[in-house]
């Protein structure tokens, strides 16, 4: 394991922690839901349409490239739906809290992708602590307050795991964000 050593930018104090890989974190079982592997297996076609990243939501997988109307949204969510096995998932855009911007997600009824009630602390305790913390603050397009992301990143920064301060349970993970080429390449190599 390599040591990584980060700044904690919030409060100024130096992070440092053990580099945990990327297939490590995937191969935790008790970091995901039951519907974590098949979503994973299905994630080329988010490639196909130039998203970069992907947030596993307990929900729902979705893109991270905004889209400034639905319009504009759904045509992408066609391309997507055209790429990912069919009658798996449902292909659907959905309008961001965190910026007011359209986003493409597959969802599917019961999708559970994140362990029930993942917390931070839950996921230091599983894979230890992480190499990064930040603290982003989002301005949508109206006028209420910034939303305001804890991003805790592992991996090089190839998995991050997010907390906002608008859930209705401070401290438990949101969403985890994924680097997708690197995701993709070890679900490859894994074959999780």
């Known amino acids: 394991m390599n040591r990584v050593c980060g700044m904690l930018l919030v409060c100024g104090l130096n992070v440092c922690a053990q580099s945990v890989s990327l297939e490590t974190i995937l191969k935790n079982r008790g970091l995901w839901g039951n519907d974590f592997s098949p979503a994973s ?10 998203e970069r990243a992907v947030a596993f939501y307990p929900d729902r997988v979705a893109g991270t490239v905004p889209y400034k109307t639905r319009d504009e949204a759904q045509e992408k969510a066609k391309d997507l739906a ?23 997600s597959l969802t599917a ?4 992708l994140l362990a029930a009630q993942l917390s931070s602390a839950q ?11 930040r603290v982003q603050l989002i301005q949508g397009e ?3 307050r910034p939303v305001d992301l804890t991003l805790r990143s592992y991996a090089g920064g190839k ?12 401290g438990f993970v949101d969403r985890v964000i994924f680097d997708l080429p690197a995701l993709l390449a070890a679900v490859a190599k894994e074959g999780l």
């Open 41 to 50: 297996a299905d994630l080329s076609g988010w490639s196909q349409i130039g």
């Open 82 to 104: 055209a790429a990912v096995q069919p009658g798996r998932f449902q292909v659907e855009n959905f309008l961001s809290i965190d910026d007011d911007a359209w986003r493409i």
């Open 109 to 112: 009824p019961g999708l559970q």
């Open 123 to 133: 996921v230091e305790k599983l894979i230890g602590p992480p190499e990064s913390v």
């Open 142 to 144: 109206t006028d209420r």
């Open 159 to 170: 998995v991050i795991f997010v907390e906002t301060d608008i859930a209705p349970r401070p």
